[in-house]
């Protein structure tokens, strides 16, 4: 049964503190997203990559969040520093080229800033 | 720039009744999908239904089905014989053919099933 991991499920951190967020695609995968998701905002593109190029990280606040795909197993989102303001669930998605095929979620990172 | 809005914030229906979800969309382009996704309270983001904007007839899932009306652009979600299990979240979803994939959500609607 394939699906998108995510590590931590859940993660409390002081403000300031780096906060790393993994995430493994269903193998096979090419495209793999980052959202977010708030009461105030709802759900949000962050950046997505295809075939490990970054492809548009638009939504992402430049001057302390990064994502990276080391490899075509692992994307991480990194937060350094982070705020309160970053408190929320953030989602990983993978899905295959194609326009018919379907956009696969993970079951998010709860992240709480205090 | 695409946008999708919800209008319903909140919503409730009694087990086994029907019950319609409301979702508009703004585009200038005219290959693209909809979506219905739906979170339980787990917060996994389930599939529930896609329509694509070139095929007339309107999609259906078992007991979900959607009514698309691309020049008014309204996509609209039916669920009928409304079950327990469909209290949830549910948000409406717009992705272009020419923007890698991305979907666009709206604010979503949480439904209640009530026994």
């Known amino acids: 049964d394939a699906r998108v991991t995510q590590t931590p499920r859940h993660k409390v951190t002081e403000m300031g503190q780096e906060v790393t967020m993994r995430c493994q695609p269903i193998?096979?995968?090419?495209?793999v997203f980052w959202y977010r998701q708030t009461m105030m905002q709802g759900l949000e593109l962050l950046a997505y990559f295809r075939n490990r190029a970054p492809l548009d990280d638009s939504g992402m606040p430049k001057d302390r969040f990064s994502a990276e795909m080391p490899d075509a197993t692992l994307a991480t989102l990194k937060i350094q520093p982070s705020e309160p303001r970053d408190s929320a669930v953030y989602f990983c998605?993978?899905?295959?080229?194609?326009?018919?095929?379907?956009?696969?979620f993970g079951p998010g990172t709860r992240l709480t800033v205090l | 720039a695409q946008t999708v809005t919800q209008s319903q914030p909140e919503m409730s229906v009694q087990e086994a009744e029907t019950v319609t979800l409301s979702c508009t969309y703004d585009t200038s382009e005219s290959n693209y999908y909809l979506f219905w996704y739906k979170q339980p309270p787990s917060r996994q983001m389930i599939l529930v239904i896609r329509?694509?904007?070139?095929?007339?007839q309107n999609a259906t899932e078992n007991r979900f089905s959607v009514n698309f009306q691309k020049a008014a652009k309204s996509f609209s979600l039916k669920i009928s014989d409304s079950q327990l299990g469909d209290t949830a979240m549910y948000f409406c979803?717009?992705?272009?053919?020419?923007?890698?994939?991305?979907?666009?959500f709206g604010q979503g609607t949480e439904l209640s099933v009530k026994p």
């Open positions: 979803a717009f992705m272009s053919y020419n923007q890698g994939g991305k979907l666009i």
């Open positions: 193998l096979g995968h090419n495209t």
């Open positions: 329509q694509e904007a070139y095929k007339q």
């Open positions: 998605a993978s899905r295959q080229t194609g326009s018919y095929n379907e956009q696969f």
